[in-house]
């Protein structure tokens, strides 16, 4: 299955414990933030992290969190 936002909001309280395990530098604070929005948490990923090239960031974020989903889903 297919990464889609709706899908993290679907299962957000689910999957945020593994989202801050995955990305450590998010905070509690910014996990309520996020509330389950891809888009925040893409921007906020990236605040934290800085690094690679957005586009490939963002396909390295959208791998991530289809293999948290699973967790969560499976």
Do not use: C
Not at 35 to 49: A, K
Not at 59 to 64: E, K, L, N, Q, V
Request: no cysteine.
């Amino acid at each position: 299955m297919h990464f889609t936002p709706n899908r993290l909001e679907d299962h957000w309280l689910k999957i945020k414990p593994l989202i801050q395990k995955e990305w450590s530098l998010l905070a509690d604070s910014d996990l309520d933030a996020i509330d389950g929005h891809f888009d925040v948490l893409i921007t906020l990923i990236r605040q934290r992290y800085g690094g690679r090239v957005e586009i490939v960031q963002e396909a390295a974020i959208r791998d991530t969190l289809n293999r948290l989903l699973a967790k969560v889903e499976g």
